[in-house]
């Protein structure tokens, strides 16, 4: 019908757009829970005030209690997901690219915005800026997964950047190592692996115990860069720390902790020296007596028995050779040989 009949198009314009919406679900299958569903069956223009449900796949990249009043960035990615969910990709594709080149992003922002930046990219058919996009994705957050929900269009161009990423000569991040000294304030070690070279500067903060403002400090990108401490103050004895590797545009590509939610460390305790020990109260037990020196260790009584032995012995040699001379010597004999005639001995 046209405008003259007095009647409006925009049911014309809403069934043109329920029919998109089913066309794309054809294309990506059944990826998100329920999707085809909400498009066949849900009115086309849900109102403003009903919570949008939220699937799965999204569940990586929302916040989980977002802050009252949002940033800019905030607002354009938190409408960037909506229109995701909601199945309007370009929308989404286009919200969230704005986001990536304006930067100044916090490390939870930057990770949730590659995420569905390459997503996005992958639905719609751009291969090579889906894959550049999950490249990002991987070296501001090497442990992220892909959702195995996901059409193979998205998890192919998932696996080419780990695959990318696996031919780093390192790991990217950033590493802090605590060295606190008892009475000192000791140091912080950073450590910035970079293999892309997309670190600008290092912002590393500090304060003893849990409350007050830190203290930063902007060491050089390098190995094991030392970071000095201040004195820990009387009594403390937790040091709560952060440190983010920042871009060119501001977004935080690597961090361990944040201001919100440092890491901590507490000072060592040194070993208390052990109590001398309590001497025993004297006993009233006799004292047992002195050894006596022992009669074998006397020359007299060898002596002594010497010259008994060496009597002993010559008097049973002599009664020995006595006995022996009168009946000989038991082990000889004396053989005669006799010739007999007969029965008599010849003459």
């Known amino acids: 019908m046209s405008a003259r009949d007095g009647v409006s198009s925009r049911p014309v314009r809403r069934g043109r ?7 794309i679900l054809a294309v990506i299958g059944a990826t998100v829970p329920g999707a085809a569903g909400r498009a066949q069956t849900a009115a086309p223009d849900p109102p403003s005030s009903a ?63 590659f995420g569905l930046l390459g997503r996005t990219h992958a639905i719609l058919n751009h291969d090579e800026a889906a ?25 192919m161009r998932m696996a080419e950047a780990r695959g990318i990423l696996d031919g780093y000569p390192s790991r990217p991040g950033i590493e ?3 060295s606190l000294v008892a009475g000192d304030g000791g140091a912080l070690h ?22 007050g403002e830190f203290s930063t400090s902007s060491p050089v990108v390098g190995d094991e860069v030392e970071v000095p401490l201040a ?38 305790v040194p070993p208390s020296t052990p109590p001398a020990p309590t001497p025993a109260p004297p006993t009233s037990a006799r004292p047992s007596p002195a050894p006596g020196r022992s009669i074998l260790a006397s020359p007299v009584f060898w002596a002594i028995a010497g010259g008994v032995l060496v009597g002993v012995g010559t008097s049973a040699y002599f009664g020995l050779r006595t006995s022996h001379d009168d009946s ?7 053989l005669t040989p006799v ?8 003459q």
């Open 17 to 23: 757009r329920k029919r998109r919406g089913l066309a």
């Open 51 to 113: 919570p949008a449900p939220v699937p799965t796949v999204l569940a990586p990249f929302l916040p989980a209690a977002p802050p009252a009043a949002l940033d800019s960035a905030e607002r354009d990615l938190s409408s960037a997901e909506k229109a995701y969910v909601d199945l309007d990709f370009d929308r989404a594709n286009q919200l969230v690219d704005s986001v990536v080149q304006r930067g100044h992003l916090t490390h939870a922002q930057l990770v949730r915005a």
């Open 339 to 346: 010739l007999l005639c007969g029965a008599d001995r010849c």
């Open 190 to 211: 950073v450590t910035t692996h970079d293999p892309t070279h997309v670190v600008q500067r290092v912002v590393v903060g500090w304060r003893w115990g849990v409350t």
């Open 176 to 178: 802090v190592a605590p």
């Open 328 to 334: 000989g010597p038991a082990s000889s004999a004396r």
């Open 231 to 268: 004195t820990a103050p009387t009594g403390a004895a937790r040091l709560d720390y952060y440190a983010d590797a920042v871009d060119d545009r501001g977004d935080v590509v690597f961090e361990v902790g944040n201001a919100d939610a440092p890491k901590t460390a507490l000072v060592p």
């Open 131 to 155: 894959r550049a996009a999950f490249v990002k994705l991987l070296t501001y957050s090497p442990d992220e997964r892909e959702d195995r929900n996901l059409p193979p269009r998205v998890t």
